[in-house]
C-alpha cells in the first residue's frame, strides 16, 4: 500500500511530461537535449521505444543529459494486462533498469490490478493508474470492447489499493470532471494527482483541460515536441506548450 501521506512524482503543481516515444538512441539524446532547462518540464515518461532498445540504458541516457533526480516514468503502453504472477516480474525489472515510476491501465480484472499494484508498490515503484483510452471505440457503447463502467471501478479499486497518481484522457473533457469526480469521492480533493495525455495532435486543449483537471496536474505531450526536425525547434515547441499549462 502506498503511504497515506503520499510522495508526489513530480513536486511542482502543474508541468508538462514530455512523452519521449522515440524508437533511436539518437532520438532521445536530440530531444532531452531541446528540452533540458525548459521550465515547467515536470519529467519525462519513456514508452515501449526506449523499453524494447533497453530500459536501463535509455534511463541512464536520460539521467546523464537531464540528473539523476529527474522523474523518469515508464509507460509499457500498456502495463498490467498479462496474468497476476507477471506483476512481479514486470516491477522488479523497472525497478532494475533504475526507473521508479510506471503507468498501468489494468483492463483485465480486479485479481490483475490487485497483484500487479502490490508487486510495483513493493519493488518501491510509485504508480500511475489509468482507466480510460484517448482514442474512439473504446467503451462497449462507442462500439468498443472494454465495459462502460469499467475506468470508474479501475479509478475506486485503485484508490483502496493506495494509487494515489491517476491518468485521465485530456481530450475526453466529460471524462476528466467524471473520473475527477470518482477519486474526490473516495479521496477528497488535495489527495491524488492527475496526469493527461491526449493534446494537441489528439485534438485535445491544454487550458481547456487545465479549467477542469484543478490545480494539481500535469499534461503529457509527446509528438508535438519530439516530432520536429532539429533540436532548437524541439525546445521551441516544449516552450509554447510549458506556456499552456499555466
Known amino acids: 500500500m502506498a503511504p497515506e501521506n503520499f510522495k ?18 539518437v ?9 533540458r532547462g525548459v521550465r515547467q518540464i515536470g519529467a519525462i515518461k519513456l514508452g515501449i521505444g526506449a523499453g524494447l532498445n533497453g530500459l536501463a540504458k535509455m534511463a ?17 503502453q500498456k502495463a498490467g494486462n498479462d ?14 533498469a533504475g526507473v521508479n ?6 483492463f483485465t480484472g480486479p485479481e490483475t490490478q490487485e497483484a500487479w499494484t502490490k ?5 518501491g515503484l510509485n504508480i500511475l493508474i489509468g482507466g480510460m483510452m484517448t482514442h474512439a471505440k473504446f467503451l462497449v457503447r462507442e462500439g468498443g470492447y472494454i465495459a462502460d463502467d469499467a475506468p470508474e471501478r479501475i479509478f475506486r479499486l485503485a484508490c483502496k489499493l493506495g494509487v494515489r497518481h491517476f491518468v485521465v484522457p485530456g481530450n475526453r473533457i466529460n471524462w476528466v470532471r467524471y473520473l475527477k469526480t470518482v477519486l474526490y469521492d473516495e ?22 483541460c487545465g479549467q477542469v483537471a484543478g490545480k494539481e496536474w500535469h499534461a503529457i505531450v509527446g509528438s508535438a515536441i ?14 509554447t506548450v510549458t506556456k499552456m499549462i499555466g
Request: proline residues 4%; glycine residues 8%; hydrophobic residues 45%.
Open 8 to 25: 508526489r512524482i513530480i513536486q511542482a503543481k502543474r508541468s508538462i511530461v514530455v512523452a519521449a516515444d522515440v524508437t533511436k538512441i
Open 27 to 35: 532520438e532521445l539524446v536530440d530531444l532531452l537535449n531541446a528540452i
Open 60 to 76: 541512464d541516457i536520460a539521467k546523464t543529459i537531464l540528473g539523476n533526480e529527474f522523474p523518469l516514468i515508464y509507460d509499457h
Open 83 to 96: 496474468i497476476p504472477g507477471m506483476g512481479k516480474v514486470f516491477a522488479e525489472k523497472i525497478k532494475l
Open 101 to 106: 515510476n510506471v503507468i498501468l491501465f489494468p
Open 119 to 123: 508487486a510495483c508498490f513493493d519493488a
Open 187 to 208: 479521496l477528497g480533493e488535495g489527495n491524488f494527482v492527475l496526469y493527461a495525455p491526449g493534446f494537441i495532435t489528439q485534438k485535445g486543449d491544454i487550458s481547456e
Open 226 to 239: 519530439y516530432g520536429k526536425k532539429t533540436r532548437q525547434e524541439m525546445k521551441e515547441a516544449a516552450i
